[in-house]
């Protein structure tokens, strides 16, 4: 359609005209070939090494926000269960829709992410503490929190929890088993997410825990290799009086 009105319009003389449908024309091609090209990646679990570049490439032509938060959800749903961390960019998008409910993979993909950076502007800071404030209201423990900026991890009282973590196929019966007091203790890990499963312990400077997990199939149980989980070091922080050097 695009090639017949060009022909008309430049037959008719009106090169304006022309130029402006010829422009639309090419505009429209780029959209819909970013529009397959996401689409295909999304349908079909394919990774393309450019696919940030075709996003960036359809969400400048006003992209639909149905799509957007699809393409959003992969990236952080792999960066969340497999940590394969998205480009840096991808915050910049998020971050515009700030004032719109995102799903749980973008919230804590985003937050994820915003534990990475060194410094945080006003505005990702506002939303860290957003998404922050709901995933622990809702008893949801990871273990990047403890690179979250400091000021949070005051605000919150994370200064002393420390997170076993464990990733593997969702809705399963995953177990850890640690000593205390001499004794060897069982429970079963939270899921907070799909395939991420959690166990909080408040540990104290330098202290350490092991354990191991326990994955329960119908057909028989898989152990896990023992695994040290060690108090991060904060005490350099100048702001830790001496009762949370404890």
């Given at each position: 359609?695009?090639?017949?009105?060009?022909?008309?319009?430049?037959?008719?003389?009106?090169?304006?005209e022309a130029d402006r449908v010829f422009g639309q024309g090419i505009i429209t091609v780029v959209v819909i070939t970013c529009l397959?090209?996401?689409?295909?990646?999304?349908?079909?679990?394919?990774?393309?090494?450019?696919?940030?570049?075709?996003?960036?490439?359809?969400?400048?032509?006003?992209?639909?926000?149905?799509?957007?938060?699809?393409?959003?959800?992969?990236?952080?749903?792999?960066?969340?269960?497999?940590?394969?961390?998205?480009?840096?960019?991808?915050?910049?998008?998020?971050?515009?829709?700030?004032?719109?409910?995102?799903?749980?993979?973008?919230?804590?993909?985003?937050?994820?992410?915003?534990?990475?950076?060194?410094?945080?502007?006003?505005?990702?800071?506002?939303?860290?503490?957003?998404?922050?404030?709901?995933?622990?209201?809702?008893?949801?423990?990871?273990?990047?929190?403890?690179?979250?900026?400091?000021?949070?991890?005051?605000?919150?009282?994370?200064?002393?929890?420390?997170?076993?973590?464990?990733?593997?196929?969702?809705?399963?019966?995953?177990?850890?088993?640690?000593?205390?007091?001499?004794?060897?203790?069982?429970?079963?890990?939270?899921?907070?997410?799909?395939?991420?499963?959690?166990?909080?312990?408040?540990?104290?400077?330098?202290?350490?825990?092991?354990?191991?997990?326990?994955?329960?199939?119908?057909?028989?149980?898989?152990?896990?290799?023992?695994?040290?989980?060690?108090?991060?070091?904060?005490?350099?922080?100048?702001?830790?009086?001496?009762?949370?050097?404890?």
């Open positions: 359609g695009t090639a017949y009105v060009y022909s008309r319009c430049i037959g008719e003389f009106k090169k304006d397959m090209a996401l689409a295909f990646m999304l349908f079909s679990d394919t990774e393309l090494e450019n696919r940030m570049e075709i996003f960036e490439e359809y969400f400048a032509y006003h992209p639909a926000p149905e799509l957007v938060e699809a393409f959003l959800s992969v990236e952080c749903h792999k960066y969340i269960s497999l940590d394969k961390k998205p480009s840096d960019r991808l915050l910049a998008y998020p971050l515009n829709f700030r004032d719109q409910k995102l799903n749980d993979a973008c919230m804590i993909g985003i937050l994820k992410l915003l534990s990475q950076k060194e410094e945080l502007s006003e505005i990702e800071l506002e939303t860290a503490e957003k998404i922050l404030a709901a995933q622990v209201n809702l008893g949801r423990n990871f273990a990047f929190y403890k690179d979250l900026d400091y000021s949070l991890i005051q605000r919150y009282h994370l200064y002393d929890k420390t997170v076993a973590e464990y990733r593997g196929r969702m809705r399963r019966n995953v177990y850890i088993h640690y000593g205390e007091n001499g004794q060897m203790v069982e429970e079963e890990m939270t899921e907070v997410y799909p395939g991420v499963y959690t166990k909080t312990f408040v540990l104290f400077f330098g202290e350490e825990k092991e354990y191991f997990v326990s994955v329960r199939e119908d057909d028989g149980e898989i152990n896990e290799p023992p695994v040290k989980l060690r108090c991060r070091d904060i005490i350099d922080r100048p702001s830790l009086n001496k009762y949370e050097k404890l």
